[in-house]
């Protein structure tokens, strides 16, 4: 059985890593403080680890004792995680970095690996808490942090990076898809900005975590891949998706920048809108062999779990009054 270390593990992508590994016939041990729950407390083959990866010396441990082939790092926040974590795991078949496609600091249609260049970084923010930077920081420290995979792939690691473009499915703790989910479900016209034509390039979450499982088995040393759905669609597209998923119907009503304006609404508030297209290649990933989900069975799913949850999107979208004026105002 191949043993596997996955450093995070319990929520979102990690959540679902966990469940292809296992379904591959994996070992797993979570490493994690523990703090977000443990959805594999009795599930046979998975294994708890208590520790800190900021902590050296608690990498050390968990390496020491599960001997891991395999190390997949989801929450490497600045360059000297995963310094450190590659050189802990230096010995093992594979240490794959859960990247980011924010790591690219221009808008390439589409944006390509070794080619569409890279944030830079300060290293002097490293102590800068990371969940107070975003988005100022995030794509930067993401981008050094690819480039610590290829520092340490050049010094013999097997190490590489993939990059997610904007991840969704169940379990989406960030509940971005669940605010249009709830309004399609609770609503019969939904306000969305611009023409309903945004291309923010998504990825369903089950096919990143099959691509984490074929990087560490089939990558390159000092390859990054991009991840996201093979077929994009718009955000029109998006909701006409969940309403088939839910078996209802969707008006559409969109606004221009002045029409929401008048309401004191801005088009960034709405989740998973981009005014310029976000597309990510994928066809060095596609060449190991992935492919990602029919989006059909992909909403399905995720509007499913939406159902069973108590998210419902509120905090991450426009204001609720501001919208229902604006719907209002644009007319039946």
């Known amino acids: ?11 979102f992508i990690g959540r679902h890593t966990v469940e292809e590994l296992l379904a591959h ?3 797993v041990a979570t490493f994690s403080r523990g703090e977000s729950g443990d959805p594999f407390a009795d ?10 990866r900021n902590e050296r010396a608690d990498l050390e441990a968990a390496r020491d004792a599960h001997d891991p082939d395999y190390v997949f790092d989801f ?9 450190t974590a590659t050189e802990v795991f230096a010995d093992c078949e594979a240490y794959v ?41 995030y794509g930067p420290r993401k981008a050094a942090c690819d480039r610590a995979v290829f520092a340490a792939a050049d010094a013999g690691v097997n190490a590489t ?22 309004r399609v479900l609770a609503d019969d016209r939904v306000l969305v900005p611009g023409d309903g034509g945004s291309l923010f390039h998504r990825a369903y979450v089950g096919d990143v975590a099959s691509a984490l499982r074929l990087v560490a088995e089939r990558g390159e040393a000092g390859a990054a891949y991009n991840v996201a759905d093979r077929n994009t669609q718009s955000l029109r597209a998006s909701l006409d998706r969940i309403a088939a998923a839910a078996d209802t119907e969707v008006e559409v ?14 088009a960034s508030a709405f989740p998973l809108y981009s005014p310029a297209p976000l597309l990510a290649a994928t066809d060095d990933l596609a060449a190991l062999g992935w ?3 029919d989006p059909v069975e992909a909403y399905a799913a995720t509007v499913a779990d939406h159902r069973a949850s108590d998210r419902d999107g509120s905090e991450v979208g426009p204001d609720p009054e501001a919208t229902a004026a604006a719907l209002d105002a644009l007319g039946e």
């Open 253 to 266: 009503v969109t606004a221009s920048a002045r029409e929401l304006a008048a309401h004191d609404l801005d």
């Open 75 to 83: 929450v490497g926040m600045v360059p000297e995680h995963v310094e």
């Open 291 to 293: 492919d990602s989900t």
């Open 25 to 27: 016939d994996y070992s």
């Open 43 to 52: 599930t046979e083959n998975v294994t708890a680890v208590r520790g800190d």
């Open 161 to 182: 990076a993939v990059r997610p473009m904007l991840v969704y499915g169940p379990h989406d703790y960030t509940e971005r898809l669940d605010y249009w989910i709830a």
């Open 97 to 137: 970095y859960v990247s980011s496609g924010s790591s690219y600091a221009e808008q390439d249609v589409p944006m390509r690996e070794g080619e569409t260049p890279l944030h830079e970084y300060d290293r002097s923010e490293d102590d800068a808490d990371p969940m107070e930077s975003v988005p100022e920081l």
């Open 1 to 11: 059985m191949t043993d596997a270390l996955c450093i995070g593990g319990t929520r």
